[in-house]
């Protein structure tokens, strides 16, 4: 099976995690992060209720921020041209060389510490459009690379098993070379007014269709523009779309809620004990027969602002809902009986009389923690519905990941906390600018000279000295 089986949704986020923005990931099917900033602790947390995580690792380039990488590679292990290495200035990145068996024993060693030992699902391999940009008009050159490519995902299979592997661009070669290998492309700069009116394009959606039929490999999209129209296209194609307006450090909170996990039953309204017959029809009588003298009426001692907040939060999600995260969670398993009654909170929003009945059949002891329960949506989806909105956006410009060398990854989860106001609009200009240049550096995909396979390197790698530079 695919390991991207069942993914409806994902976001890419390259930025340092707080516990908010832990919570609302737990509402997507797929995240892709920067594993240096994460504690296999975090990502257990993002992960607890099946939400798959896939680890950053850069296969054609490596950065010179990237120190401990760096000083680790041999002479064979960057590509060169005419005796001379290839750098890209813009990104102040080489060219490596994936045929270098070295350097592929080095990739391995970076799974093996970043994603394996943190308990991530999988890699993200960025950069593979690389081999087809550089090497396409060099057949001999072309095919040693893709050989070389191959021979590291199949050690990678033997090594750490299914776990899932996604390469950025290099429609090519993936049709040529690493179908068989991977479980996933992805396509960035799918813009609707770009894709719908190119002929390439159009033939590329459907080559990738066959590729999904013959190899189940999914292709996964982003758009940086005219989000509802590239969703559409997206969802028309069988793709997986996230749209991304910004650099890949803000995080964008709420965009989705889940609303599976598990299916609430219907056995809670049977299981009502006899003595609370009166009761059963509505609040459900699950709670424990001790409670029958209160269920009849305590509905009524529920705090009128109380129920007033139960039925409306799942459906706006505030920020205020996050106090009563730490009850709903509690209500996941579904064999907590205690959590029973929570259950039919499943009921849409507008079913306002049915959420506060229930909760009011509780003895008016249980008041307090009644209401919120509540407000919890059903016991699959309350937790991440609430927890979706107080997720803030984060401060742009992917170098939060790239201002960390290798070398420190240890380094601490509070640091996005203590940048000043200041340094945050500094870095919300800086994802603006980004975005322009970004735009630029894909204006070729319009024409399709080229498929550009690395903007989410360029996107962590470009901003990375204008952040040390303030951060110095």
């Known amino acids: 099976m695919n390991p991207l089986d069942g993914v409806k949704n994902y976001q890419v986020y390259y930025g340092h995690p707080t516990e908010t ?24 947390q993002i992960k607890s209720r099946g939400t798959k995580v896939l680890g950053y690792i850069s296969v054609m380039e490596v950065a010179t921020w990237n120190t401990g990488l760096m ?105 040529t070379s690493t179908a068989p ?40 999209t ?9 969703h559409k296209l997206a969802a028309d194609s069988k793709f997986i779309h996230f749209h991304e307006a910004d650099a890949y450090v803000n995080w964008n909170a709420g965009l989705v809620t889940r609303t599976k996990d598990m299916a609430p039953t219907p056995a809670p309204v049977v299981v009502a004990p006899t003595t609370e017959t009166s009761t059963a029809t509505k609040p459900e009588a699950t709670k424990p027969a001790t409670e029958t003298s209160t269920a009849p009426k305590p509905e009524a001692t529920k705090p009128a602002t109380e129920t007033s907040t139960a039925p409306k939060p799942e459906a706006t999600k505030p920020a205020t809902e996050t106090s009563t995260a730490p009850k709903p969670e509690a209500t996941k398993p579904a064999t907590e009986t205690s959590t029973a009654p929570k ?64 070398e420190q990854k240890d380094s601490k989860q509070a640091e996005p906390k203590q940048k000043t106001e200041k340094e945050l609009k500094k870095d ?26 690395n903007m989410c390197a360029k996107a962590k790698h470009k901003t990375a000295g204008f952040l040390n530079f303030f951060k110095f």
């Open 71 to 175: 000083s680790k590679l041999q002479s064979g292990d960057f590509f060169t041209r005419n005796g001379q290495r290839v750098h890209y200035p813009e990104w102040d990145s080489y060219l490596t060389n994936i045929a270098s068996p070295h350097f592929q024993g080095l990739l391995l060693t970076e799974i093996q510490n970043q994603v394996i030992a943190k308990g991530i699902d999988g890699v993200f391999m960025d950069t593979v459009g690389d081999i087809d940009n550089e090497h396409l008009n060099n057949p001999t050159v072309l095919k040693q690379q893709r050989d070389g490519l191959v021979n590291f995902l199949k050690e990678a299979r033997a090594r750490y098993g299914n776990i899932a592997m996604v390469q950025n661009w290099g429609f090519d070669t993936l049709e």
């Open 181 to 220: 290998y991977v479980d996933g492309i992805m396509w960035e700069s799918f813009n609707a007014d770009t894709i719908k009116s190119d002929a390439w394009s159009q033939n590329m959606i459907k080559k990738l269709q066959a590729v999904d039929t013959k190899h189940s490999v999914k292709t996964l």
């Open 343 to 406: 259950p039919e909170a499943t009921k849409p929003a507008t079913e306002t009389s049915t959420a506060t009945k229930p909760v009011a059949t509780k003895p008016t002891t249980e008041t307090s923690t009644a209401p919120k329960p509540v407000a919890t949506k059903p016991a699959t989806e309350t937790s991440t519905a609430s927890k979706p909105t107080t997720a803030p956006t984060k401060p742009t410009a992917s170098t939060s990941t790239t201002t960390k060398p290798v």
């Open 21 to 44: 923005i832990i919570k609302d990931m737990q509402n997507y099917d797929l995240v892709i992060i920067e594993p240096l900033h994460y504690t296999k602790a975090q990502v257990e």
């Open 222 to 230: 982003i758009s940086t523009r005219q989000s509802a129209e590239s």
């Open 428 to 453: 919300k200009k800086k994802a603006k600018k980004h975005a322009k240049k970004h735009a630029a550096k894909h204006a070729k995909f319009v024409e399709h000279e080229k498929a550009k396979g």
